[in-house]
């Protein structure tokens, strides 16, 4: 019996379990060998990738295939996110997810611009029953682009399960050709109470990593005491392409005996949030580095497995351990962390005291904090640990502490304007401070009678900004009254220096065109295979609004046979 246990155990160990998915169900949905340019469930800010990202050779226009039978069951056009993107349902009950599409397939497209037109709106969702736009595995459901929060030509893919949940694609068999081990970066510990020391101190220590031959890390010994953690910034590299990618699993173990385990296999959209605090959100804000945690302090998030007291490694005096680390990708290269702990009580050790201030923050409560003009409400749960607030008003500028705390949900920022007369009151935004110029950048903000209120996640520092300027118009392909008979397209420029691009509204011969709007290069297209205008003369014209209501019109002439 015995045996039969271990050999069950040690099956679904080497295989990733990978016997649980259908391996040739799914397939590339790109007709080009798979290069990645990111993983799933790497880290990203405020999010854990939910796809993997597929280079598509520097272009767009790239044919995109169902990667298996279905219907399209969803299709959603959007300026920011994924762009445009379809959503596949297959009757095994998985969907999959295409997304930064430059283009749909002609029947899908017909289906989209028909519903463009009817709402006036470039952006759209619709949800398809079984049965209107079926699919076959391999068959072309779109061109690859760059549209939505892209940073270059790729498509993000996603297989998500019955119940929204993304997962790895690599599960199915969707994979790259990866022989080199996890790269780890930095290693850190901390110390978790005020009782806890490490190496004297009482802060989080960034220990000396040193390469050893095979692609393994040791670190210095350190000399510890009390309850402490570890975190790691750690990456890993595909063989096809040069950029950093997400890790698949990462294990510690203390003295042999495995204490945690985070592992990437799937997650769930309404728990993404909480990787920051999977890592030093405050390290990552003030450098960038994303150093994962290795101990679970309010965390719910499922990639976690806390196998043993969370894995807080628990030090007592005149003691040894080893804890080492084990990060491993998709084909189970791995890289060790090997850090010896010597317990040891330093009678000089103190605890350093944390900055007391009258705004004590208790993350089970509500909170309200009012100074002058500004009003601040934080909502019950909004942070993961209590803390002293550094909070002060001048003026009309609120400093909300420092963006150094991760937080689960927005809180809302009440200024009072009654100050401002009529006039001026009606440009006025709130804008966040950014950076070492405090460069003002706007935030959702709503008017109600005297009072701006707005609504964040972040911590920082918080003003009133005033935005008097309309958005420019520039036509970038074409003049007023040319003739333009062998133009495609009509492209436009816009523009909005303070509070930003709002909404646009573009007609010709007053009847609304469909013009998409590409905010990383601040362009409209209007694409004249629409056939909306079968005349010679035609009006056009454009209204742009931007976020306090400032309006710009641009009108042209223009002539087309
Ligand atoms: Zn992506």
Known sequence: MRIILFSVFFISFFSNGQSNYPQDYFTNPLEVPIVLSGTFAELRSNHFHSGMDIKTQHRTGLNVVASADGYISRIKVSHWGYGKALYITHPNGYTTVYGHLSKFAPEIEAHVKKLQYEQESYEIED????????????SLVAYSGNTGGSGGPHLHFEIRDKEERPMNPMLFGINTADTTNPIVKSIYAFPLDDKSFINGKNSKQKLT??????????????????????GIETIDRLDLAPNSNGVYNIQSF?????????????FSFSETKHINQLIDYETYTTSKKRIQKLFKINNPLSIIKPLVNDGIVEVQDQTSMVYKIRVSDFESNSSWVTIHINGKTDSLAQAETPKVTPYFINANQTTNLKEGRVSVDFYKDTFYENFYMDFEVKNDTVKLHEDVKATKKNFKITFDVSHYNEADRSKLYIAQ????????????????????IGSTKKLGTYTIASDTIAPTIRPANFSNEQWISNHSELKIKISDDASGISKYRATINGKWILMEYEYKNNTLTYDFSDHIINETKNNFKLIVTDNVGNNSTFEALFYRK
Do not use: C, H, M
Request: charged share 20%; no cysteine; aromatic share 8%.
């Open 254 to 266: 203390v003295n042999g005996t495995q204490n945690y385990e985070l592992d990437f296999k799937r």
């Open 209 to 230: 990593l040193a390469p050893l031959k095979g692609g393994d890390y040791t670190t210095e010994i350190i000399d510890a005491i009390g309850n402490i953690g570890f």
């Open 127 to 138: 949800f398809p029953k079984a049965g209107v736009l079926n699919v076959t595995k391999g």
């Open 433 to 452: 401070l950014i950076g070492n110029i405090q460069k003002p950048s706007y935030i959702s903000t709503k008017k109600e009678d005297n009072l701006l």
